[in-house]
T-cell receptor
Framework: DTEVTQTPKHLVMGMTNKKSLKCEQH?????MYWYKQKAKKPPELMFV???????INESVPSRFSPECPNSSLLNLHLHALQPEDSALYLC??????????????FGAGTRLSVL | GDSVTQMEGPVTLSEEAFLTINCTYT??????LFWYVQYPGEGLQLLLKATKADDKGSNKGFEATYRKETTSFHLEKGSVQVSDSAVYFC?????????????FGAGTRLAVHP
């Protein structure tokens, strides 16, 4: 099983709302990732968690707040977003974050619209 | 810095045509190389990978060979199907950095017509 599950699939929120995106994997992977993908562009890395600790923050605005409650779950808390934050948010996981040739497995994404 | 360059699309082909999508990279040493595919409305799926020079990755009729001398990882398929219509991303994972960062190319959209 190489499945990464993301919920919800679609989310519409106002600029004053607080919402959360969820990601779950049961492959025993110890590295988890959040990406943002705008239309017709490649994914852009936002955060990396390694062994449940935040190891990389790619200078993401503080209105995005990641959380890794345990090794299987990854959340992205959203607050006071802007319309330009509308995008497809992808979660990925991999076995380890330093292994050569390590494969990242992606979820189907949450399509976010900020009004 | 490390980077990936892919041929611009869209690429439009008839069913059963031969496919080539060019990918070249710039990186220090020997990065790992990947092709990911994204079908409409979906996330990314790993299509194939290669971790060292002259490795050939293959899956579902697609192939790509890690060419160090030309710093290339071109994707090929002998006979495409309508179901292959998708966006294809070439990516590399650099040796340095201490973690499995993926650097993506811009993506190439493939449209296959019956």
């Amino acid at each position: 099983d190489t499945e990464v599950t993301q919920t919800p699939k679609h989310l519409v929120m106002g600029m004053t709302n607080k919402k959360s995106l969820k990601c779950e994997q049961h492959m025993g992977h110890r590295a988890m990732y959040w990406y943002k993908q705008k239309a017709k562009k490649p994914p852009e890395l936002m955060f990396v968690y390694s062994y449940e600790k935040l190891s990389i923050n790619e200078s993401v605005p503080s209105r995005f707040s990641p959380e890794c409650p345990n090794s299987s779950l990854l959340n992205l808390h959203l607050h006071a977003l802007q319309p330009e934050d509308s995008a497809l948010y992808l979660c990925a996981s991999s076995q380890d974050n330093v292994q050569r040739g390590n494969i990242q497995y992606f979820g189907a994404g949450t399509r976010l619209s900020v009004l | 810095g490390d980077s990936v360059t892919q041929m611009e699309g869209p690429v439009t082909l008839s069913e059963e045509a031969f496919l080539t999508i060019n990918c070249t990279y710039t990186a220090t040493g020997y990065p790992s190389l990947f092709w990911y595919v994204q079908y409409p409305g979906e996330g990314l799926q790993l299509l194939l990978k290669a971790t060292k020079a002259d490795d050939k990755g293959s899956n579902k009729g697609f192939e790509a060979t890690y060419r160090k001398e030309t710093t290339s990882f071109h994707l090929e398929k002998g006979s495409v199907q309508v179901s292959d219509s998708a966006v294809y991303f070439c990516a590399l994972s650099p040796l340095s950095g201490g973690y499995n960062k993926l650097i993506f190319g811009a993506g190439t959209r493939l449209a296959v017509h019956p």
